[in-house]
């Protein structure tokens, strides 16, 4: 054996370094003792500086709002009226779960693996189907499954906008639209909401700041229900064309109409290639799918295709599997017809609980499908105060700025219809209604 003499204060300052390090800890009297992992870390000199190390990033606006909204939707006795979801009651778990048991078997276990990018194969023809009916023919390389449509939104903000870019939105429009592209470093310009589509505001745009993409829910838009007409549609197109602009058509309410079906998709008059479609089962069936789809121009799917790599390879082929037996099995078409009637009891049940106790302290119009009824508050308070007031009251809602990419107009709110039976909402407006007066009188 080869022994190496080591001076006592070369094995004292190593002891120290250890220390010093948090890898030992010395007892005076006793001994030094190796510490265990847990105390390894917390007793560490050295701290991760996570804040430097991550990009500047502003935090979005309404951000703290929603994570409040969402702690009150745990309490108990509280009528959400804000989220815009089908209400979990009807999610079609027992199909899902007989199909899942029935068709396993006869899955080919490669399709458990890795599939492309695009999306699970039969699904997409299976949607490209589904879309005849809205007048929408695609080809395969039009289309991609995403992981929801709120991927889509981003990825295609990835695609085509570089920071500083322009982006149109026709406002108050989807607050998850928004914050996608302003986080890509977009500045917006707003198409003002109006009873008549402002071409005279978009064409200024379009001459002035040359954008590249317009962003717009056509079909009861969330969150005030609108819908373009038909004459916009096609007026819109045509200058979209002339301007060579990208429009990105995002659809995921035309299903639930309770009144005339509702006019073509921009997509279905698209003569120029320029409408990116993009829809989800998100509403229509149950969010935790996660699966959205996009139609669009060959060239953008397969840029769109190169970004999806870099963030998930491709969407959760198990859903997708489960979501085409779904459709194809005849389950789809069933669903929606129950849950348009649903709904549409519902919107008029809410229609009718606002005309009777709040006709004349808020403005509203009844909308002919979609989730939503977007009001405006006739008195001077905003919708902020009115929210902390519903919420004492047990009630929710999400309130207008949250639709806007700038602060926007304080006294607008929307309330959701989808979430609740008629009784629960007729006892959500009551006590909007007491919130209301409460504040009149404060
Ligand atoms: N677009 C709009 C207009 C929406 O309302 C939503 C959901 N609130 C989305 C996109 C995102 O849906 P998904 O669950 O498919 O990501």
Redesign the pocket.
């Known amino acids: 054996a080869i022994l190496f003499e080591v001076s006592r204060t070369t094995a004292i300052n190593a002891y120290r370094d250890l220390e010093k390090d948090g890898y030992v800890s010395i007892k005076k009297g006793s001994g030094t003792y190796v510490r265990d992992r847990y105390s390894l870390v917390s007793n560490s000199t050295y701290e991760m500086p996570w804040p430097q190390l991550l990009r500047p990033y502003s935090e979005p606006s309404m951000a703290s709002l929603m994570s409040e909204l969402m702690v009150s939707n745990m309490l108990e006795d509280k009528i959400s009226l804000d989220a ?1 979801m089908p209400d979990p009651n009807y999610y079609p778990i027992d199909i899902f779960s007989n199909l899942h048991r029935d068709y396993l078997r006869r899955l080919d276990p490669r399709d458990f693996g890795h599939i492309p990018i695009h999306g699970y194969e039969p699904l997409r023809h299976t949607i490209s189907e589904m879309l005849v009916s809205k007048g929408i023919k695609c080809h395969l390389d039009e289309t991609i499954i995403l992981s ?4 889509g ?1 981003y990825l295609t903000g990835k695609v085509l906008i570089d920071p500083g870019d322009y982006v149109i939105l026709q406002t108050p429009t ?1 607050l ?2 928004i914050q996608s592209f302003q986080a890509l470093g977009a500045r917006v310009l707003n198409l003002p909401q109006r009873e008549d589509f402002p071409f005279e505001i978009l064409e200024d745009y379009l001459a002035r700041y040359r954008p590249k993409l317009l962003y717009c ?1 056509p079909t009861f838009r ?1 969150p005030n229900g609108d819908v373009m007409r038909i004459e916009e549609r096609k007026k819109l197109i045509q200058l979209a064309a002339r301007y060579r602009l990208a429009i990105l058509e ?1 659809d ?1 309410y035309s299903s639930f109409y309770y009144e005339d079906i509702p006019p073509l998709s921009l997509k279905a008059m698209d003569n120029y290639g320029g409408v990116i479609y993009l829809s ?1 089962f ?2 229509i069936l149950m ?1 935790g799918l ?1 699966v ?1 789809y996009m139609v669009a121009h060959p060239s953008l799917i397969q840029r769109i295709v190169l970004e999806k790599q870099y963030v998930d390879l491709h969407s959760n082929n198990i859903s997708q599997w489960l979501l085409d037996l779904f459709i194809k099995e005849g389950y789809l078409e069933e669903h929606l017809i129950k849950m348009c009637g649903i709904y549409k009891r519902r919107r008029n049940a809410m229609a009718e609980a606002l005309n009777l106790s709040l006709a004349s302290k808020l403005s509203f119009h009844i909308p002919v499908g979609g989730f939503y009824i977007w009001c405006s508050i006739n008195e001077n308070i905003s919708s902020k105060k009115l929210l902390q007031e519903a919420l004492k009251m047990g009630v929710s809602f999400i309130p207008g700025d949250a639709f806007y990419a700038a602060a926007g107009e304080d006294k607008e709110f929307r309330l959701c219809f989808s979430q609740h039976d008629e009784k629960v909402i007729v006892e959500g407006i009551s006590r909007l209604e007491k919130a209301m007066g409460k504040l009149k009188k404060g």
């Open positions: 815009g929801g449509s709120q991927q939104l989807y998850g639209a829910i969330n995002d995921p989800t998100s509403k969010p996660r959205g």
